[in-house]
């Protein structure tokens, strides 16, 4: 293969001049980085490449655009400027990161690349509206009001609100634009028919016996048509008359029942037909302004009768262009989208190409740059929260190359991830596009293509965290190969990691037949037992839905007892010796803010137990409760026990700036006066795991809970940061440990989704290693993976494909490794 290799000219306007960094655990390191060019910063995990690339470069390059808006002055004295000298030849930086957050679920791949404002404006220029009565264009008549030939009926003229489902005017006037409808479902309105509506058979009435039958409206209502229809409220509701029943449901019609209800302390009667409760529980539910209303329990969500799904009002759902609608537009995969396109092109008449060409031109632009970035099988209205990581960034991705602008410096955290070795150099190709444009582009990856397409590589390390934060080599490519000291270097040059010898052939199976979620198609797969089992494909294959959408559900039922209303299988076999399943994916860990490492795998009970044990402690008589910082005994009261105070900003996110009462320690002072081996708590919180086993190597059970973490690859992490800034693959791998800390059960399914992301190939050995154990233990794995040195060190691989999509969902070979690569069939193979 060819290189181009571009030594970094020594000129201050060609460079990226970084002094003196320390943000983190970066060791006042000097960097120097191209400009204009592909930088490549790597190293294990833990080791600096964030610190470096977003906490420094990113961070840096935000405040100081901060500073060009007008009234920020202020707004930036409390930003914390990161730590590092000077910084010289930055221009506006923007990041493209994989953390998914919470996702706008308005979101869509149409409107995150632009690519639905342009088929808007398409529609409004070139579309023809159709009456929804005569399916006959409606024209202008003599007022120039666009009507119905046929029937009269009048339509609105076309502007690209009429297209937008978040506009008033676009919106379908049924649903709202929500494409759903909140029904009543009397089946929860009757919680235990065997009961008495006396002894509480609904859960709306609740239990009546010993209350005043006059209690609210609807009661009085209950008992009139009780006594009018001579029923018995004593009997179980099961053997109430039909009749009687769908009378409290949906009321008794045009007849007039008199009856009594208490009306502000008075009781008061009322002459007037039963409405019945299903109406009285629509009419609130209605009402209501609130999100949470209580009414919610009794509805059931029905696809709006009007739109069914398609969001829009009429008038946008019946204009075609070349007899498809816009609805039918976004429901297409990506590159038939492109093939409609360019058939449009060719058949459009001399007007409408002039309305239509510039247009055109920008939808084809944004198209061909989401077919770059690998994702040919999306469709317009899928929804940014049903996206993985990977693609969403690759969505963004796409979206910044449709960018006029130039001279920016991109900052890319793994784009590798989710994508099948295949797929690769359509990334790489994408990246250099951008780079080619006059952009500064730095990536955060460990992906061996990547490195050998970089115009330069920075490797971070040696170790993690307070053992990395040191540049260990800087250069092109080819210097970083003979660079001795670099690990990288040496991984650069001769590949293969140390594989574990002790694979096995399985003999066990469970089954899933006929599964046909998403784009599955009602395919047999066997999965073996007590194995390390891969499941691979490209990017939309049909991996996810087979592990995630198919067989979690079917192990929820038979393991949890979970009800599963529709499943996306036929039947399930061969799970009867698993004992229990845990599926460790990418989201978030914690629920709240204030969960950190150290209380998420409980070894912070136990730290705080010997913080309470201390002398000090004794003195000022603080128990253990005074060590947690979410408890008001030791908490700061400031900022609450989280050490930050968030502050709101105008035109950008959240910003949190340090609490000026504890400075940021969490705690109440007293508490810090209590001292183990001369370390506060809020020293320890400040720790990372390296340093937390040495100051405990006293405490077998912290030393033990704090070990694994750093088996799977997290040395590095602080025992007191927020969980919620951990990466999607950082979290997996905590997940991971807090799994290994526990009691396990005889077997154990574990389901993993990319656990690579993030790890550079120094800490794929350890993980493999852990992955071994957990075999070798008598449990079984199943991996979702695109790493070639996981895939081949697996015991069995199941591989979906071949393509993605609607031209995915076949299980197109299946094997180990050895077979896998002989299989000319399997595209996955031949990268093995
Ligand atoms: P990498 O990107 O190479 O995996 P990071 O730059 O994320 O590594 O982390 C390097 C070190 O800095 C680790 O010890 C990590 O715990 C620490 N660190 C990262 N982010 C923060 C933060 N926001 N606050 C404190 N320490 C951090
Ligand atoms: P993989 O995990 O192999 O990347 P997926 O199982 O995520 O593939 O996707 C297989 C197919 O199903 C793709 O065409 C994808 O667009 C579609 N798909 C996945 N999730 C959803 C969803 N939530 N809604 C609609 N389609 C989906
Ligand atoms: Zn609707
Ligand atoms: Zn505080």
């Avoid at 046909?516 to 390390?532: A, E």
């Avoid at 010796?577 to 409980?602: C, E, L, N």
């Avoid at 997996?732 to 190939?761: C, N, W």
Wanted: aromatic share 6%.
């Amino acid at each position: 293969k060819e290189r181009t290799v571009v030594t970094p000219v020594k000129d201050n306007n060609h460079q990226l001049v970084l002094k003196g960094c320390r943000q983190n655990n970066l060791k006042n390191v000097n960097v120097t980085i191209p400009k204009e060019k592909l930088t490549v910063i790597t190293g294990v995990s833990g080791s600096g490449k964030s610190s470096l690339a977003f906490d420094t470069i990113y961070a840096e390059g935000k405040r100081r655009y901060l500073d060009n808006m007008s009234n920020a002055a202020k707004m930036q004295e409390q930003i914390e400027k990161p730590d590092f000298d000077t910084i010289q030849g930055l221009t506006p930086t923007i990041a493209i990161e994989q953390k998914k957050g919470s996702q706008n679920p308005r979101s869509t791949v149409g409107t995150l690349t632009g690519i639905l404002d342009h088929l808007r404006m398409l529609y409004v220029a070139i579309g023809i509206p159709h009456c929804p009565y005569c399916g006959v264009p409606v024209q202008k008549d003599s007022k120039s009001k666009n009507r119905c030939p046929v029937c009269g009926s009048l339509f609105q003229g076309l502007t690209a609100s009429t297209f937008n489902a978040n506009a008033h005017v676009g919106a379908c006037h049924t649903c709202n634009g929500l494409g759903i409808l909140y029904e009543v479902n009397p089946d929860t309105i009757v919680v235990n028919g065997d009961l008495s509506v006396l002894d509480g058979a609904t859960s709306y009435f609740g239990k009546l016996r010993g209350k005043k039958p006059t209690g609210n409206w609807m009661l009085g209502e209950l008992y009139a048509i009780a006594a009018d229809m001579n029923v018995d409220l004593d009997l179980p509701w099961n053997d109430l008359p039909n009749e009687f029943r769908q009378a409290v449901f949906y009321g008794t019609g045009d007849k007039i029942y008199s009856f009594k209800y208490n009306s502000g302390g008075r009781d008061t009667e009322i002459n007037r037909p039963a409405a019945g409760a299903v109406s009285h529980i629509q009419r609130l539910f209605r009402e209501s302004k609130s999100n949470d209303n209580p009414q919610k329990e009794y509805m059931r969500e029905i696809p709006c009768p009007t739109c069914h799904g398609e969001l829009l009002c009429y008038e946008a759902r019946y204009t075609t262009i070349m007899g498809y609608r816009l609805p039918e537009l976004t429901k297409m995969p990506i590159d038939k989208l492109w093939n409609w396109v360019c058939n449009l092109q060719e058949l459009l008449s001399d007007n409408q190409k002039s309305k239509a060409e510039e247009v055109l031109l920008e939808i084809q632009n944004r198209i061909v740059n989401l077919l770059q970035v690998g994702l040919p099988y999306l469709t317009l209205s899928r929804t940014a929260p049903t996206l993985s990581g990977g693609e969403l960034q690759r969505v963004r991705l796409s979206s910044q190359l449709g960018s006029e602008l130039i001279g920016l410096t991109y900052i890319l955290d793994e784009p590798s991830i989710g994508l099948h070795p295949r797929d690769h150099h359509l990334m790489i190709d994408t990246i250099k596009h951008l780079r080619d444009k006059g952009n500064t582009v730095i990536v955060v990856e460990h992906d061996k293509d990547t490195m050998l397409n970089a115009d330069y590589i920075v490797d971070v390390g040696p170790g993690a965290g307070t053992f990395g934060g040191e540049i260990v080599a800087a250069g092109t490519v080819n210097e970083i190969m003979k660079n001795t000291l670099s690990a990288t270097g040496r991984f650069l040059s001769n590949s293969k990691i140390c594989e574990p010898e002790n694979t096995i052939n399985p003999h066990k199976w469970m089954t899933l037949n006929g599964c046909t979620g998403n784009n599955l198609k009602n395919i047999n797969v066997r999965f073996p037992l007590h194995t390390m089992c891969c499941i691979t494909g490209v990017s939309g294959s049909g991996k996810s839905s087979l592990i995630f959408g198919t067989l979690i559900p079917a192990l929820n039922k038979v393991i949890n007892h979970q009800r599963c209303i529709d499943s996306s299988y036929l039947s399930f076999e061969g799970y009867e010796d698993i004992d229990g399943f845990v599926q460790m994916d990418q989201s978030p860990v914690g629920k709240s803010s204030r969960s950190t490492p150290a209380t998420y795998i409980g070894v912070f009970d136990t730290i705080r137990s010997v913080f309470a044990k201390q002398p000090r402690a004794y003195e000022l008589g603080l128990s253990e409760s005074h060590f947690s910082f979410n408890s008001k005994d030791g908490g700061c009261p400031v900022c609450e026990g989280q050490g930050q105070i968030k502050v709101a900003f105008q035109y950008m996110a959240d910003t949190y700036v340090t609490c000026p009462e504890c400075k940021g320690s969490r705690y109440q002072e007293g508490v810090l006066e209590v001292l183990y081996k001369g370390k506060s708590i809020a020293d320890v919180l400040h720790m990372d795991v390296s340093e937390a086993i040495l100051l405990f190597e006293d405490v077998k059970e912290i030393v033990q809970k704090l070990s694994l973490m750093d088996e799977v690859g997290l040395p590095y992490l602080k025992l007191g940061q927020s969980t919620a800034t951990l990466s999607g693959g950082e979290a997996q791998r905590l997940k991971l440990a807090k799994e290994l800390s526990g009691k396990q059960k005889r077997h154990m399914v574990y389901i993993l989704d990319e656990p690579t992301t993030g790890l550079h190939f120094q800490d794929i050995e350890k993980l493999l290693l852990i992955f071994r154990k957990l075999v070798d233990a008598g449990h079984s794995l199943y991996i979702i993976e695109h790493n070639t040195e996981i895939i081949g060190a697996s015991d069995w691989i199941i591989d979906i494909g071949p393509e993605g999509g609607n031209a995915g969902g076949q299980v197109v070979a299946e094997g180990s490794p050895e077979k896998i690569k002989r299989n000319p069939a399997s595209v996955t193979g031949k990268y093995l």
